[in-house]
DNA sequence: TTCCTAATTATTCAACCGTATAATAACGAA
DNA sequence: TTCGTTATTATACGGTTGAATAATTAGGAA
């Protein structure tokens, strides 16, 4: 009887596997179907390692929350800071890589919902929730701030808020509509809705690159 | 040992009270927690008495996601047609009981996340998914197109989709964006700030009454 | 009232859950 | 090379799960 064989991970790159395993078992299997056993098997270690990375099954799901979130997060805000200094093209940017994979994607939109939907079960993913919400609303804050003083505006605190509240909730929604039926529109590309919606509620601000 | 005493309900009520235990199970303890034993439990009947009315429990969580969704979007319905004749009240009315209880409300969003995350794993899911999405997307587009030609405009179908989609989006945002994290911008009432942004997609039409 | 039907309870079952503990093998240090 | 540390496996445990079956009792029909 011999023992199988096994390769001696680093911790980080194993406690990182092991939350890539539970995401997939999550977003394949859903939340009853991610179980110890089987996101062990999928990170290809035994189940009794889980316990010796995190202290119960509940900090690995937490981790695994904060890890997507940051994700999406830092995911959008690298776009917007890529290549453009011009600040309509940086916000334009923005709306478009939460537009499009992987941040737009089915896998990433199934473990939002799952994690959202314990946000008022368990208070630990109710404060990772609004971290990342707040996280995400400053960035596009402090974007949609630059547009505004980029057009002549010289604007207030409480406009940029309240503008971020609203084109936040115009990609949410969108990225949800189109993640989860987006066949049903694929000659309305969102991308493009999103940014004439923004642009709208910028009171006609053109986001393309200036001329 | 005498056997519990019990009462001899309707078909129709025993249902409707089994599928109300698992909403409140699931929007409570989670999907995870939301168990036969404790649906039952909650419902005031023993477990076995389940799977006389549903064939197994994914058939009564299909028959709850249906529920939720039909109830959400009959109850926005009813409050778009409820007073006014004015197409613009109408569309007024809708969006804010989008916004407002009980459409607006924890337990309702938590109910929504959990079975949008299963829309992916089980087909059926997907299925009650799409129908009710169209379903509230057919609403929404009536009540927009009343809107342009009560403005003056001679709306052609694509642009009243487009509309209804980008409208869809804002609503479904605000709606995540106020029920989760609502406690945040309680000076910033969101029914208002959605029905401005409505009014801008639309090209500055305005959704007050008529004067 | 008496009887029949089926709604409801009670009980059982195999499978699986998360966790705990002990044995072992991988790998760096000396 | 040898040794020690510890990451990893193996195994076990008590409790829970969804489902199946058998026993009963409620409530209408006759």
Redesign the interface.
């Known amino acids: 009887m011999s023992r199988r064989s096994f390769h001696r991970a680093s911790e980080a790159e194993r406690r990182q596997d092991l939350i890539q395993a539970t995401l997939d078992c999550?977003?394949?299997?859903?939340?009853?179907?991610a179980t110890v056993r089987k996101i062990a098997a999928r990170a290809g270690v035994t189940p009794g390692l889980i316990r010796h990375y995190f202290s119960c099954k509940d900090q690995m799901m937490q981790d695994a929350y904060r890890e997507v979130m940051t994700g999406m997060t830092s995911a959008v805000a690298a776009a917007a800071n890529a290549d453009q200094p011009n600040p309509r093209a940086k916000l334009h940017d923005f709306i478009v890589a939460n537009l499009s994979p992987p941040v737009a994607d089915?896998?990433t939109?199934?473990?939002w919902?799952?994690f959202?939907?314990?946000?008022?079960?368990?208070p630990a993913f109710a404060e990772i929730?609004?971290e990342s919400?707040l996280a995400f609303r400053s960035v596009l804050e402090a974007l949609v701030a630059d547009v505004l003083i980029d057009a002549g505006e010289t604007p207030d605190a409480k406009r940029c808020?309240?503008l971020a509240?609203?084109i936040?909730?115009?990609?949410?929604?969108?990225w949800?509509?189109g993640t989860?039926?987006g066949h049903l529109?694929s000659e309305?590309p969102l991308p493009g809705?999103?940014i004439?919606?923004v642009e709208?509620?910028l009171?006609g601000i053109s986001l393309a690159a200036k001329p």
């Open positions: 999550i977003s394949e299997l859903g939340l009853h179907g089915g896998r939109l199934s473990l919902a799952a959202i939907s314990h946000v008022r079960v368990d929730h609004l919400y808020r309240e509240i609203t936040n909730g115009v990609i949410d929604g969108l949800i509509e989860l039926v529109f309305t809705v999103a004439k919606s709208a509620l009171g």
